[in-house]
């Protein structure tokens, strides 16, 4: 009896310790948690943590890159860190892809995270937890929310180029092919609208948004949607022909605050990117969500961190699937 009662005791304890097991359970059998590195690399966090912060002060911009990392990654064959991987010999990039080229950066950012953590702890950190913990570092960094995020993903050793220039949403996609592209990873609307909310911070390139500046119908007229005076600014950098590269703040009224006036520019018709002003115009029920968003920051900033935990256990590698990479740029060789 003595024994028995014993025995309950430990299991109600275990259970009492463990909750959060049970919260974030992955389709491949395993469980990411907040708590993973606690043991084996309790410092973990804090470094990631200390490197985005000198990445910023040295580069504003970087906050912005680093959450788009892991956005990509997450939208290529789940949060495996595949975007991190560099050509080799069996691996053609992701890197090269539509979406990426020529876009996203801050690889060397976690090159110096991952160098730090194999210091400190070899062999333990892996670079799809690395993305996704610099993606939370950077929206509180820039004046954002703060959520716990949870751990144990491991690395891919493969990248599939066709996957990123597929499956990530483009600026110009109709907003029912970005909701379609959303849904396929099992986000819904409302986190393909809160998401969304990411263009509060970083920039996008003239070729993002230039059909939107003189051809957007094909018959040579801008498009409507798009507020004339803002326009005009606009073409000023961006003319019809040349300035591909040229960069432009997704919000240009606090580009590096992670704030709620991306969505009073949609309301005010000063969206920069087509994938932006359909949110306002295409659908009922994004529409009133922006709307929302943009009288209540609180209710914003809550959405877009569940919105990102959600994102963030797309797929992910657990167990004995995947493995910790020493270097995030190539797989591990046996």
């Given amino acids: 009896m003595v024994k028995s009662m014993s025995y ?11 909750p ?7 389709v491949q059998g395993g469980y990411l948690y907040p708590q993973f590195y606690d ?6 966090q804090q470094i990631v943590k200390s490197v985005v912060a000198q990445a910023v002060s040295r580069d504003r911009r970087m906050a912005a890159s680093l959450l788009r990392l892991h956005f990509h990654d ?18 053609v990039s992701e890197k090269g892809s539509k979406p990426n080229k020529n876009s996203i950066r801050g690889f060397e950012v976690i090159d110096e995270i991952k160098a730090e953590l194999e210091r400190a702890c070899p062999h333990t950190v892996s670079c799809a937890d690395i993305l996704a913990i610099a993606a939370r570092d950077s929206t509180v960094i ?23 220039n597929n499956d990530i949403p483009a600026p110009n996609n109709t907003f029912n ?9 099992g986000l819904n609307l409302v986190d393909l609208v809160a998401l ?16 939107r500046l003189y051809n957007q119908n094909q018959n040579g007229q801008p498009d409507p949607t798009l507020n004339a005076l803002y326009a005009s600014q606009l073409r000023n950098q961006c003319p019809r022909s040349g300035g591909d590269q040229n960069l432009f703040f997704l919000d240009h009224e606090s580009p590096f605050n992670f704030d709620n006036s991306y969505y009073r520019n949609i309301l005010a018709n000063k969206g920069l990117l087509n994938s932006d002003q359909v949110l306002l115009t295409k659908n009922h029920k994004s529409m009133k969500l922006v709307k929302q968003y943009a009288e209540n ?13 959600k994102m963030g256990n797309i797929s992910p590698l657990t167990g004995m699937k995947g493995e910790i990479r020493a270097n995030c740029r190539r797989i591990n060789a046996y």
């Fill in 8 to 18: 309950c005791i430990v299991l109600v304890v275990l259970l009492a310790l463990s």
């Fill in 20 to 26: 959060l097991c049970f919260c974030h359970k992955v």
């Fill in 39 to 44: 043991h084996s690399c309790p410092q973990a």
């Fill in 74 to 91: 997450c939208f290529v064959k789940g949060c495996d860190a595949s975007v991190l991987l560099d050509n080799s010999g069996s691996i």
């Fill in 142 to 164: 820039s004046g954002g929310p703060n959520w716990e995020v949870p751990l144990g993903r491991k690395d891919s050793r493969g990248a599939s180029l066709s996957g990123s």
């Fill in 177 to 185: 092919t970005i909701l379609t592209k959303f849904k396929r990873q």
């Fill in 196 to 211: 969304s909310g990411a263009h509060t911070i970083g920039n996008a390139r003239c070729v993002s948004f230039k059909q």
């Fill in 297 to 309: 920051v609180e209710l914003f900033f809550d959405h877009f961190a569940k919105s990102v935990v």
